[in-house]
């Protein structure tokens, strides 16, 4: 019974790992959206809904079949968060893109690249953290959070005085702000996974 909920457990984190890829690529595309470039983000975001599906059959059944407790419990309960921070990333990035497409902005939104940066570097900290079950990942998630949170306020404070490419850079930096925010998350479940300790 331990060797099939361990297999179980494998194909639940090789579709995490697959998710995190696709939300990155997903970034990439939104990030792309800022020069102009339109590569499909709606796919990607409807293949990573797909692949949460199939984590919550494969969880909800390793859950019912082999009543896990401990650290497998807690992996497979924060599995089913994780993909659906991943999820929600690929969201955002449609968004962003949705947001490029209609707004058409005549400038390059200069905090929202300086954003994205920040942003890639947190959902990739969160996914190799949560494939190696790295708690330190946690902790610079935190400082990345505060970076993007910096950049989503001064976006909002060029508001003040506004023109068309500050009203879009606080347009992309409130999506960016909630994907850092996933990222945030899913360290903190590998926390939650490794100590018991939700933070």
Do not use: W
């Amino acid at each position: 019974m331990r060797k099939l909920l361990d297999m179980g457990m494998g194909q639940i984190r090789k579709l995490i790992i697959e998710m995190g890829t696709g939300s990155l690529d997903a970034l990439e595309s939104a990030r792309k959206s800022l020069d102009g470039e339109f590569n499909g983000t709606v796919e990607t975001a409807s293949r990573l809904h797909l692949m949460r599906d199939e984590v919550l059959d494969i969880a909800t059944e390793l859950l019912v079949r082999y009543s896990p407790v401990a650290g497998d419990l807690r992996f497979i309960q924060s599995a089913i968060d994780v993909s659906y921070d991943l999820y929600r990333i690929s969201r955002y990035a449609m968004e962003i893109e949705r947001t490029m497409r209609v707004v058409k902005p005549d400038c390059v939104p200069g905090l929202s690249k300086e954003g994205f940066e920040v942003t890639v570097k947190a959902v990739r900290t969160a996914i190799d953290g949560f494939s190696n079950l790295d708690e330190t990942s946690a902790g610079r998630l935190l400082e990345l959070d505060e970076k993007i949170d910096g950049l989503y306020l001064k976006s909002l404070e060029n508001l003040r005085d506004p023109d068309r490419c500050s009203a879009v850079d606080a347009l992309i930096l409130r999506h960016l702000e909630r994907i850092s925010d996933h990222a945030k998350e899913i360290g903190a479940r590998v926390v939650y996974i490794r100590e018991g300790k939700r933070l």
